[in-house]
T-cell receptor, first 112, second 109 residues
Framework: DVKVTQSSRYLVKRTGEKVFLECVQD?????MFWYRQDPGLGLRLIYF???????EKGDIPEGYSVSREKKERFSLILESASTNQTSMYLC???????????FGEGSRLTVL | GIQVEQSPPDLILQEGANSTLRCNFS?????LQWFHQNPWGQLINLFY???GTKQNGRLSATTVATERYSLLYISSSQTTDSGVYFC???????????FGSGTKLNVKP
């Protein structure tokens, strides 16, 4: 079974802090994604990566950056957290061109 | 991009009842998946079904690609089936997933 693991289930940070959300997958998938989910807005794509060191902006990249130094790991970085980044963050991975998307457990971030 | 619409938005069932959830999409798709979001927020894969019919225990799904819809059937529902069910599709761009707004299911004992 595919395993996508997110480093933290719950985080509480202060405005202005730098926040790292880590995601690791164990299936050698080329493609990895970061989404955020908010009530009434659904799932929105922040960034995705199709290979090591390769990334593309999604629908809402402002305020976020990503890092993919190794194939299995995709990190989401909030350079200076703001209260409007309080959300549920979901990492996902997909193998190949037409593959099944698998999600991690999610990380609930609260920015005070 | 494509539009993905799910119905009904909310569904309340008595334990043991059957239900059908629907996902309509506005264009041809090359990937169609159903997920269940559990109370802790994790999206669990149910079916990868761009076309055809699949069954897994009490759940089954059918996608009629030519008519642009997919159905998720839940039989003999249990309280653990509660949560939000999402469908998601890609069309053209294999990495651009379009999610429906979900069906919130509440199964009462």
């Amino acid at each position: 079974d595919v395993k996508v693991t997110q480093s933290s289930r719950y985080l509480v940070k202060r405005t202005g802090e730098k926040v790292f959300l880590e995601c690791v997958q164990d299936m050698d998938h080329e493609n990895m994604f970061w989404y955020r989910q908010d009530p009434g807005l659904g799932l929105r794509l922040i960034y995705f990566s199709y290979d090591v060191k390769m990334k593309e902006k999604g629908d809402i990249p402002e305020g976020y950056s990503v890092s993919r130094e190794k194939k299995e790991r995709f990190s989401l970085i909030l350079e200076s957290a703001s209260t409007n980044q309080t959300s549920m963050y979901l990492c996902a991975s997909k193998g190949g061109r037409v593959g099944e998307l698998f999600f991690g457990e999610g990380s609930r971030l609260t920015v005070l | 991009g494509i539009q993905v619409e799910q119905s009904p938005p909310d569904l309340i069932l008595q334990e043991g009842a059957n239900s059908t959830l629907r996902c309509n999409f506005s264009d041809s798709v090359n990937n169609l998946q159903w997920f269940h979001q559990n109370p802790w927020g994790q999206l669990i894969n149910l079916f990868y079904i761009p076309s055809g019919t699949k069954q897994n225990g009490r759940l089954s799904a059918t996608t009629v690609a030519t008519e642009r819809y997919s159905l998720l059937y839940i039989s003999s529902s249990q309280t653990t089936d509660s949560g939000v069910y999402f469908c998601a599709a890609t069309s053209g761009n294999f990495n651009k997933f379009y999610f429906g707004s979900g069906t919130k299911l509440n199964v009462k004992p």
